[in-house]
């Protein structure tokens, strides 16, 4: 498959970099003065020049790609560049808009400015977050192969059984994979012998059955509700995404500024607008805040959104989830006292994937210290691990093969006698700084990095 991307920024990294586990051609095209960010390491490779210009445009042969991303950050660029790309050939264009508030329209209108597929991160983030409201898809847990598997984190302090116990003998684990252990912000990748301490963050993939049965044999574990309260702190796109998006619940919107207040009442009838400062009416209704069944922090700010996390936490709100963009607070985002904390445009990067075939094996909710990732992997026809045990596969160290999805989407939790068949799609938990351990063990070759920057192809 070739695949084009028009723009340089996070969600087109994040692509690059989840598409270099499969035998793609992939080409980024930029401006020449933009950030190209860390390009010159991923499988692309690097054009850059006018996207505006005719012959530019013409010279990158767009009829010869299978799907082309149009993922800058101006609008007005994606809408004109998809026309002309649509003019010089290109199939199935997915481009992105920005801004929420034009979404519908836009969506309506695709097919005259050349578009195929509109996405839109708020739209895609709010959809999630309905899902997993709605279905009670678990949280703090990452879901896989439809939510047949699981991957949970626990606090060993809750499990008394678990402390100064190694792995292999506490016997409901044998059910599950311990894939890692956070531990004094150091991720340990386990074996059996590995004692858990009091403190340490555990990180459990499995069957959703025995994720479940986990934690209700050692955790306080609360069946499915209906839920009917939501409360969103701040109005951004996201918030406005909920509203259109939630239909079972009554939703509450606390924010602070006159203007955004008096457009939400316009806008959103059906929605409870209170004027506050958002500390304040957390502080001051904390009553009423905890018949809230979910709250959302979705300000425009990550801390703030961090801080009206703890501060519901500790009035004793149930389920919180926040909206966190920066990467800077990954290393302790795991350890908050929230049910899960999303990324937008990581979220985002999972429907693209999806809608070009591909597997999104993408963390929503974990951060893992900042020093792991999960991918699920299809493995190719030719693939050397096919027809070879668990055991006999032996991975690099710090790799975890924690789950096996086979094609008729059964999945299974590999123990050494467990065989890699043909169209098997694996569940990797690995350390990111062993990822090209992991190509290698794959059987992919990075493909060599021409990065240009100053226009033309190399």
Do not use: W
Request: proline content about 2%.
């Amino acid at each position: 498959m070739k695949i084009i991307i028009f723009g340089t920024k996070l969600i087109s990294e994040q692509v690059v970099k989840n598409l270099e586990i499969y035998d793609d051609e992939v080409t980024v095209v930029g401006y020449p003065d933009k950030f190209y960010n860390d390009f010159d390491k991923k499988s692309a490779e690097i054009i850059s020049g006018n996207l505006l210009d005719d012959e530019f445009l013409s010279s990158l042969k767009l009829e010869s790609y299978d799907y082309s991303l149009i993922l800058e950050d101006d609008d007005f660029l994606n809408f004109v560049l998809s026309k002309m790309c649509k003019k010089y050939g290109a199939k199935n264009i997915i481009t992105k808009v920005n801004r929420y508030d034009d979404i519908n329209f836009i969506i309506k209108n695709k097919e005259s400015f050349g578009i195929d597929y509109i996405i839109n991160e708020d739209l895609e983030a709010s959809k999630y977050i309905v899902k997993m409201v709605e279905e009670d898809i678990g949280f703090k847990s990452d879901i896989f192969a439809g939510g047949k598997v699981l991957l949970s984190s626990i606090k060993a302090q809750y499990a008394e059984d678990f402390v100064n116990k190694k792995l292999e003998d506490i016997g409901l684990l044998s059910t599950v994979r311990v894939v890692g252990i956070l531990r004094n912000s150091e991720l340990i990748i386990p074996t059996g012998q590995t004692i858990i301490e009091r403190d340490d963050l555990i990180y459990v993939m499995g069957l959703s059955s025995d994720i479940i049965s986990l934690k209700n044999t050692y955790f306080y574990f609360e069946e499915h509700r209906q839920k009917k309260e939501m409360t969103i702190i701040g109005d951004s796109d996201l918030t406005r995404a909920l509203v259109e998006n939630v239909t079972e619940m009554n939703i509450k919107i606390v924010e602070e500024g006159d203007e955004k207040v008096a457009d939400l009442r316009k806008k959103y009838p059906e929605a409870f607008v209170i004027k506050n400062n958002f500390k304040n009416e957390l502080k001051s209704s904390q009553e009423e805040f905890k018949t809230a069944d979910v709250l959302i922090a979705s300000t425009e700010e990550d801390e703030l959104n961090i801080a009206v996390g703890l501060l519901a936490s500790g009035i004793g709100i149930k389920d919180i989830i926040l909206k966190v963009y920066s990467r800077t607070y990954n290393k302790f985002i795991d350890s908050l006292p929230v049910d899960a904390v999303i990324n937008p445009k990581i979220i985002l990067v999972g429907k693209i994937l999806n809608l070009i075939g591909k597997n999104a094996g993408l963390n929503i909710y974990h951060m893992f210290g900042d020093r792991a990732e999960v991918l699920e992997v299809k493995l190719k026809e030719d693939s050397h691990l096919i027809g070879k045990t668990m055991a006999e596969l032996n991975p690099p160290k710090n790799i975890v093969i924690g789950a096996i999805i086979r094609k008729d989407n059964l999945a299974i939790i590999p123990i050494g006698k467990s065989e890699v068949a043909k169209d098997d799609t694996l569940v990797i938990f690995f350390k990111k700084e062993n990822r090209n351990e992991l190509l290698s063990f794959l059987g992919i070759s990075k493909r060599r990095i021409f990065p240009n920057l100053f226009g033309g192809r190399r």
